[in-house]
């Protein structure tokens, strides 16, 4: 009997299929607007391995040529930004999944080099209109003007992430530093650039910036 239940939960375990979450990250550049849909399985621990929906080698993309930019002048540039890609992110993450999805609108030098006023009113309206007509999950910090130290250690992570550089296997539950073996990140963008390198623990520079992910540091 002890053994037909063994083999019982393996074979239902074998047959599970695992649990996949979405999210949609957009980058609201300063020369156009693109939105990426992503995809991972769930984890108890450690680093999910985050790929570009629906596979890492063929990853939905939506562009747009409009900087988000622009809608400090006029509004209406926000629904022609999002419209769409409301509908493409519908149209590809599964129903039952909109309500655990989140959205991010994460806006770089464009919307940074507006004065304090428009940018706020840029930021503030499109939350509004994401509150109003997106079915995904949506809280007021997914939709912000990161900064450019912020933007260089994204770049740097997602680098390293597709190059397999952050994952390693777990020690009792532990997860080691990151490796030495990391890849520097240039970012050469519209309106700025961003350098991004791992430096030793003994170096010390007024630029460096300590990163926890997962359990790594």
Known sequence: MVLFL??????T????KPKIKYSVMVDAGSSGTRAHIYQ???????IPNVIPSPSKENGLVLKSKIPLAKSHKNITI???????????ATENIPTKNF?????????TAGVRLLDEKDREFVINETYNFLEKYSP??????????ITGTE????????????????????????FRRFSTGTIGALDMGGASSQIAIQIKDS????SQHYIDLGYKT
């Not at 063994?6 to 074979?11: E, P, T």
């Not at 375990?13 to 599970?16: L, R």
């Open 78 to 88: 926000i629904s022609e930004i999002f419209m769409p890609i409301i509908k493409f």
């Open 40 to 46: 991972w399985e769930k984890a108890r621990r450690g």
């Open 6 to 11: 063994y083999l019982f939960l393996i074979f």
């Open 13 to 16: 375990n074998a047959k599970k």
């Open 151 to 174: 933007e260089g250690i994204y770049g740097w992570l997602s680098v390293n992430h597709l190059m397999n550089k952050l994952t390693s296997k777990s020690i009792f539950g532990k």
């Open 203 to 206: 170096t010390e520079s007024s």
């Open 99 to 107: 309500p655990t999805t989140r959205i991010f609108v994460y806006a």
């Open 136 to 145: 995904f999950k949506l809280k007021r910090r997914y939709v912000r003007c």
